[in-house]
């Protein structure tokens, strides 16, 4: 299903989770980067439209400002982020660069979302963008975003986006397979679910673990995002990002993953 459903998708959003886009070093991964990008330009030469929801502002902050790492103020973090943003863009400029593909950068606050003309603006420049066969990456703005205006995770910011574009199909690459009964990093005996068609009664039957280490999302963050989705038609499809050509995989059936199917 999960291949069927990737080849019939023409517009398809991708998010990128922190602790995906991180290498071990706690630094951007450079490789990761360029090898999902050669990837995602395969699939936009058989004509589909790709926009890329990418964590990691401060995970660069943090590996360029090192001497900041331990401050826990949130005008610091807030900086590192501002910094961090910089980098993250210039390593996604380089990766899609190597393809001939040209980027650009959207970065969006809850207000955004809320505001019909600031909605229909970023809906508009979204189309522009695939259109003209540049790459959108989108981030939630988190120099100027407090609790008050803040979107929250970037799972819940990739389902906004999803249904801001009218995308077809929602892939969030976390750090696991996909949705288990059970948190597999506590429970290895945890079993992974190939398919979800109801999302509240999935609630029912598994065991939520602990958010991750670099990212403020968890698997309920993905179910959130999956259920916002699901009543505009928008299938998700949640699998790890760490797999080797993790996207082409999904689309030829060699990795698993679990699919919520709209």
């Given at each position: 299903m999960i291949?069927?459903?990737i080849?019939d998708s023409?517009?398809?959003?991708?998010?990128?989770?922190s602790?995906?886009?991180?290498?071990?070093?706690?630094?951007?991964n450079s490789?990761?980067l360029?090898?999902?990008a050669?990837?995602?330009?395969?699939?936009?030469?058989?004509g589909?439209q790709?926009?890329?929801?990418?964590?990691?502002?401060?995970?660069?902050?943090?590996s360029?400002?090192d001497k900041w790492?331990?401050?826990?103020?949130?005008?610091?973090?807030?900086?590192?982020?501002a910094v961090?943003?910089?980098?993250?863009?210039?390593a996604?400029r380089?990766?899609?660069?190597?393809?001939?593909?040209?980027?650009?950068?959207i970065l969006?606050?809850?207000?955004?979302?809320?505001?019909?003309?600031?909605?229909?603006?970023?809906?508009?420049?979204?189309?522009?963008?695939?259109?003209?066969g540049?790459?959108p990456?989108?981030?939630?703005?988190?120099?100027?975003?407090?609790?008050?205006?803040?979107?929250?995770d970037?799972d819940?910011?990739?389902?906004r986006?999803?249904i801001?574009w009218s995308a077809?199909?929602?892939i969030?690459?976390?750090d696991?397979?996909g949705l288990?009964?059970k948190?597999?990093?506590?429970?290895?005996?945890a079993a992974?679910i190939?398919?979800v068609?109801?999302?509240?009664?999935i609630?029912?039957?598994?065991?939520?673990?602990?958010?991750?280490?670099?990212?403020?999302?968890g698997i309920s963050?993905?179910?959130?995002a999956a259920?916002?989705?699901?009543?505009y038609?928008?299938?998700?499809?949640?699998a790890?990002?760490?797999?080797?050509?993790c996207l082409?995989?999904?689309?030829?059936?060699?990795?698993?993953?679990?699919?919520?199917l709209?």
């Amino acid at each position: 299903m999960i291949t069927r459903l990737i080849a019939d998708s023409r517009k398809i959003i991708i998010k990128i989770g922190s602790n995906t886009l991180a290498g071990a070093d706690g630094k951007i991964n450079s490789t990761f980067l360029s090898e999902l990008a050669e990837q995602a330009v395969t699939l936009m030469r058989t004509g589909k439209q790709i926009v890329i929801v990418s964590s990691g502002a401060q995970v660069a902050g943090l590996s360029t400002m090192d001497k900041w790492a331990r401050k826990r103020d949130i005008h610091y973090r807030q900086a590192l982020c501002a910094v961090g943003q910089v980098e993250l863009m210039d390593a996604w400029r380089r990766a899609f660069n190597q393809h001939g593909f040209h980027i650009a950068q959207i970065l969006l606050t809850r207000e955004d979302f809320n505001d019909p003309n600031r909605t229909l603006n970023m809906r508009n420049t979204l189309f522009t963008l695939v259109d003209e066969g540049i790459v959108p990456i989108i981030n939630e703005n988190d120099t100027v975003s407090v609790e008050e205006i803040k979107i929250g995770d970037n799972d819940t910011l990739a389902a906004r986006s999803a249904i801001l574009w009218s995308a077809d199909l929602l892939i969030l690459f976390s750090d696991i397979d996909g949705l288990f009964d059970k948190n597999p990093k506590e429970h290895p005996q945890a079993a992974l679910i190939d398919e979800v068609r109801d999302i509240e009664e999935i609630r029912k039957n598994i065991t939520i673990g602990m958010t991750n280490n670099f990212g403020t999302g968890g698997i309920s963050t993905k179910l959130d995002a999956a259920e916002m989705v699901f009543s505009y038609g928008i299938s998700t499809i949640l699998a790890d990002g760490g797999k080797p050509r993790c996207l082409e995989a999904l689309a030829a059936g060699t990795q698993k993953g679990t699919l919520f199917l709209a």
